[in-house]
């Protein structure tokens, strides 16, 4: 038997062409001297009604080529001058709103679409966006959660006090289980805004075929299927008039899952009217400016718990930024408001939200994607709870752990999905434990006293979380076994650097019986695959590998029935290895599965020395058709898999700072991961997930912050002002230990690893830098985040203050 | 506004490229652009993250701060040049993918061009001398933990290789 490739830390198939710098990114494709390029105007106000454009003197430029406003899309027939799609309602989303491809009336950000320039090249396209004059009514804008919440002004004229949508879910009487508890606390926390910030921005390429009627568009995205779609619909096109590709990404975190972008849409249109290719690559200030962010958030927990600190009642209330539209929804509070449980079974729980709108950049979903701020919440409470009762906190936490003889476990609320939130399997005790085992829990109070002594701050923090992956609705997979033997592999979801074409092929070589290397595979294609939802919620592995895992599977049930025939052995006692079939304990009865392929596709035409032998005077039986009745020719397997629910993946950070009592300065001495994604696929991608996770939620717990000033410009919208971590930021080392609990959910018992690195981190370094601080200040308390030294350095000017969480009754 | 062009001479890779660019063409637009070399790329355009760096006459500039003019007479070597002549990876990009180094890769060049200059100044760097040499350069997915052992073992694969030769 081939080695299982499962499980295995198999090395990137695809590092080979990124590390000689043969990568394709979208910027890579059309590199052309007659690709023209485009550039948009966008606006320098947060809120403002526009007056006038003018673009006279745009015209007029050498090497422009064409300028859109919205005017232009009206006099199209094509919807492309509605709103862009609200992709997914909700009836609690009773005042969503969507921008248009291009400003209408009305701007509601910095950065948002006002014009499109398409010119010769990028320099020219951004002289003419120079050159287009707009005059706008400056209107007051509304930036940040509290103006929002006030209302004092409208951000949308027709949603009163700035509400998108009002939530509730709850699980029983929370009011009368407060009123009833032991003791109670209350909380007020708030959580900066930050973004996914992929090192490659947005970009879309397009090209119109005239003597097909076919467009091609490359973008750069999380889904090829939904841009697809969209640009269908927009442009008035069938679908079948238009593919889709994903080029390599360079990255996405979230950003790339929200569609169509304008340029999405704009970018086609411009390159079926003016017969060109067309290239559109975001720049980063226009990164920061008009594609998303997220994570921001004020929160107001009260709790009451027993003298064991188990939570007995927990009621909850969070306003969310949702920026100046809403096309994804409401799947960031929704996830928050879910997710907060993490491992933890409140006897009764209510959750209320607002998501709200103001004038700054969109928010959608950014890894995590509403769990971190979920998991902050829920985190600090268990801290102020230990406080309270002077515990451990890992005690506190395991006295309310759901318990592993407890799943499946259904928490009583309705997920993301619309599915009911029920975890499917975990072993959150045995977690703790290694956990405390892995960052020396136990020990850690007489080093800190040891420190404390010599004038040193050392602190510890843990946090937990529970995360649903892999939500559906379905991924689909095709394989195809070539007559040379070597199998191709397409399933329609995207790619960003979590190294698909490798785990993918790991699974169809173990399936199959072939050498890796004989597999390719191909992601995000819409020719190859054009059934497909995206890349998203930790889904791929689960998703699409089970597709994979299943279409593999066919493929094989396929070859063993030809190989059974063209051999004459009953198809149980064969086996494939290393693309032979042969049967087991005889090696010399065997037939490759190149041939396999050849017999499976009966031929009128031989085209080679190996399509001779399955011509129609070679094989088949006179008295049969060639093609059995329900047979298919060709050895191929395809298939979907489509879960009834998410299956959910948990882990506890645990991490060591110590600060600085004179500069403030926070640095970490040790970071520890417990991580339970079920059965790994690759251990080394797992990990590297992870690192990348744990990195992104340094850089949002210690550096990164939008910096809106209240106008509504985005301060720091470069590289230089938004303090993205470099290594030196990082950890130097970061301690994992995995626990494997597999989902019962998919054939292969995996769950979703990719956003669980960043899901803890603010609760974790929250924890840790106020523990660390206690050691001089008892009081201090940390409730916003993040926390810069200059930050930490405020705070201690305000100590000794009073608690955010009080004690009403004992 | 039409831009007046310069006829000028460009070495990249050991092999000369004659293109006629505006003054104000960046090296880094130049390469990817009027060459192809797309190997190269563009993560700020402002000189912070290092997506773009490559070697003139051997030293690590930022391609997206200067004009393509500019280098005009300097040995420009790239990503795409980092192989060895056989084609095989060269030491540091073979360390890359023995660490998995490298996730989306867009950064990946900048790391690789940036690193084989460190090592060539410093062949036998100490664990913080690794950091530190990475240290001017941004990468979104990796959390830097393995390009730093990549750092260290593309030194030990030089090593070898100075042993053997
Ligand atoms: S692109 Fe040159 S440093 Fe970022
Ligand atoms: S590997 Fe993606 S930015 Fe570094």
């Known amino acids: 038997m081939t080695t299982k490739l499962m499980g295995t830390p198999v090395q990137r198939v695809e590092d080979q062409r990124f590390l000689r710098g043969h990568g394709r990114y979208v910027d890579d494709v059309a590199v052309d001297e007659r690709t023209l390029h485009a550039a948009v105007v966008r606006s320098p106000h947060a809120h403002a009604r526009i007056v006038d454009i003018d673009v006279s003197a745009v015209l007029d430029l050498e090497g422009v080529h064409a300028v859109w406003t919205y005017d232009d899309l009206a006099g199209l027939a094509t919807p492309m001058a509605e709103p862009l799609p609200l992709l997914i309602p909700h009836p609690a989303l009773t005042h969503g709103r969507?921008?248009?491809?291009?400003?209408r009336a009305e701007v509601n950000y910095v950065g948002e679409a006002v014009a499109f320039v398409v010119a010769d090249d990028r320099y020219v396209a951004e002289d003419a966006v120079g050159l287009v004059r707009?005059?706008?009514e400056v209107l007051p804008p509304v930036v940040g959660i509290d103006r929002a919440r006030a209302a004092d002004h409208l951000v949308h004229d027709d949603v009163p006090g700035n509400v998108g949508a009002r939530m509730e879910q709850k699980t029983g009487d929370v009011e009368a289980a407060l009123a009833a508890a032991p003791h109670r606390l209350q909380l007020d926390l708030t959580v900066e805004r930050s973004a996914c910030m992929p090192m490659e921005g947005r970009g879309t390429v397009a090209r119109w075929d005239p003597d097909t009627h076919r467009l091609q568009v490359w973008s750069s995205t999380q889904t090829s299927t939904g841009v697809r779609a969209a640009v269908a619909v927009k442009l008035g096109l069938d679908l079948g008039q238009v593919d889709v590709i994903t080029p390599d990404v360079g990255g996405g975190f979230g950003v790339k899952i929200n569609h169509p972008w304008p340029e999405e849409l704009l970018v086609p249109l411009a390159a079926r009217t003016l017969g060109r290719t067309v290239k559109f690559t975001e720049d980063r200030r226009e990164h920061f400016i008009s594609s998303a962010h997220e994570r921001g958030q004020v929160q107001h927990i009260e709790v009451g718990f027993d003298d064991e600190g188990r939570l007995l009642a927990l009621d909850v209330e969070f306003w969310h930024d949702h920026g100046a539209y809403t096309p994804y929804g409401l799947i960031v509070p929704i996830i928050t408001s879910t997710q907060l449980l993490g491992p933890y079974k409140p006897q009764v729980y209510r959750v209320r939200f607002e998501s709200l709108y103001t004038n700054t950049v969109i928010v959608t979903p950014y890894r995590g994607a509403g769990r971190p701020q979920g998991c902050y919440a829920m985190e600090r409470t268990m801290d102020a709870i230990a406080d309270f009762l002077d515990r451990d906190r890992a005690e506190v936490r395991a006295a309310n752990f759901i318990q592993p003889d407890e799943f499946p476990f259904d928490q009583g609320l309705v997920f993301q999905d619309g599915r009911e939130l029920e975890y499917d399997s975990g072993d959150y005790p045995a977690s703790l434990e290694k956990l405390k085992a892995l960052v020396g829990w136990d020990d850690f109070p007489?080093?800190?006293?040891?420190?404390?002594?010599?004038?040193?701050?050392?602190?510890?923090?843990?946090?937990?979380?529970?995360?649903?992956?892999?939500?559906?609705?379905?991924?689909?997979?095709?394989?195809?076994?070539?007559?040379?033997?070597?199998?191709?592999?397409?399933?329609?979801?995207?790619?960003q650097g979590q190294g698909h074409a490798t785990v993918f092929a790991q699974l169809v070589a173990d399936e199959l019986g072939v050498r890796m290397e004989d597999v390719e595979v191909v992601t995000g294609d819409t020719r190859r695959m054009p059934y497909a939802v995206g890349t998203f919620a930790s889904r791929a592995a689960v998703m699409s590998g089970s597709a994979i895992h299943l279409a593999a599977k066919r493929a094989k049930e396929k070859a063993l029935r030809i190989a059974a025939e063209a051999l004459e052995v009953d198809e149980r006692d064969l086996?494939?290895?290393?693309?032979?079939?042969?049967?087991?304990?005889?090696?010399?009865?065997?037939?490759?599965?190149?041939?396999?392929?050849?017999?499976?596709?009966?031929?009128?035409?031989?085209?080679?020395?190996?399509?001779?032998?399955?011509?129609?005077?070679?094989?088949?039986?006179?008295?049969?058709?060639?093609?059995?009745?329900g047979d298919e020719p060709g050895l191929e397997g395809k298939d979907f898999y489509s879960p009834e629910r998410a299956t959910f993946a948990s882990g506890m950070h645990a991490v060591i700072v110590e600060?600085?009592?004179?500069?403030?300065?926070?640095?970490?001495?040790?970071?520890?991961?417990?991580?339970?994604?079920?059965?790994?696929?690759?251990?080394?991608?797992?990990?590297?997930?992870?690192?990348?996770?744990?990195?992104?939620?340094?850089?949002?717990?210690?550096?990164?912050?939008?910096?809106?000033?209240?106008?509504?410009?985005?301060?720091?919208?470069?590289?230089?002002d938004f303090l993205m971590p470099y290594v030196t930021e990082i950890p130097d080392g970061i301690d994992i230990d995995h626990l494997e609990t597999p989902s019962p959910l998919n054939p292969l018992g995996i769950k979703g690893a990719g956003e669980a690195g960043v899901i803890p981190s603010a609760a974790v370094f929250a924890a840790a830098i106020e523990d660390a601080e206690r050691v001089?200040?008892?009081?201090?308390?940390?409730?916003?985040?993040?926390?810069?030294?200059?930050?930490l350095h405020a705070l201690r000017q305000r100590h000794p203050q009073p608690r955010p969480h009080r004690q009403e009754r004992s | 506004m039409s831009d007046t062009r310069h006829d000028v001479r460009l070495s990249v890779n050991g092999v000369g490229h004659d293109v006629s660019v505006p003054a104000r063409r960046l090296l880094s637009d130049a390469l990817r652009h009027d060459l192809g070399l797309t190997g190269t790329h563009v993560g700020c355009e402002h000189g912070v993250c290092g997506a773009c760096t490559v070697l003139l006459d051997g030293r690590p500039v930022r391609a997206c701060l200067m004009l393509a003019v500019s280098a005009v007479g300097c040995e420009i070597t790239t990503v795409e040049g980092l192989a060895?002549?056989?084609?095989?990876?060269?030491?540091?990009?073979?360390?890359?993918?023995?660490?998995?180094?490298?996730?989306c890769?867009?950064?990946?060049?900048?790391?690789?061009?940036?690193?084989?200059?460190?090592?060539?100044?410093?062949?036998?760097?100490?664990?913080?001398?690794?950091?530190?040499?990475?240290a001017g350069n941004l990468c979104r997915c990796t959390g830097y933990q393995n390009i730093v052992r990549a750092v260290e073992r593309a030194a030990e694969l030089i090593a070898e290789e100075g042993e053997a030769s």
């Open chain 1, 98 to 103: 969507t921008q248009y491809a291009l400003a």
């Open chain 1, 134 to 136: 707009v005059d706008y």
């Open chain 1, 446 to 495: 007489a080093y800190q006293a040891e420190m404390a002594a010599a004038g040193r701050r050392v602190g510890i923090g843990l946090a937990c979380y529970v995360e649903g992956t892999g939500v559906g609705p379905y991924e689909g997979a095709h394989v195809h076994i070539e007559t040379s033997g070597k199998v191709k592999v397409a399933t329609g979801l995207t790619t």
């Open chain 1, 575 to 629: 086996e494939i290895v290393d693309g032979v079939v042969s049967v087991k304990g005889s090696p010399g009865t065997s037939i490759d599965l190149g041939t396999v392929s050849v017999l499976s596709n009966p031929l009128r035409y031989a085209f080679d020395e190996a399509s001779k032998a399955a011509t129609q005077f070679s094989v088949g039986d006179p008295g049969r058709p060639p093609v059995a009745e």
């Open chain 1, 659 to 720: 600060t600085d009592p004179l500069t403030a300065e926070i640095r970490i001495l040790k970071y520890a991961v417990v991580h339970d994604c079920g059965h790994l696929i690759n251990p080394m991608i797992v990990e590297g997930q992870i690192h990348g996770g744990v990195a992104q939620g340094v850089g949002g717990a210690l550096y990164e912050r939008m910096a809106y000033d209240e106008s509504g410009q985005l301060l720091n919208a470069s590289f230089m």
């Open chain 1, 776 to 791: 001089a200040l008892p009081d201090l308390t940390i409730t916003a985040m993040p926390i810069s030294p200059s930050e």
């Open chain 2, 84 to 103: 060895r002549d056989d084609g095989s990876l060269g030491p540091v990009q073979q360390a890359f993918a023995e660490c998995h180094g490298l996730q």
């Open chain 2, 105 to 134: 890769g867009f950064c990946t060049p900048g790391f690789l061009t940036t690193i084989t200059a460190g090592l060539a100044d410093n062949p036998t760097p100490t664990h913080e001398e690794c950091r530190d040499m990475i």
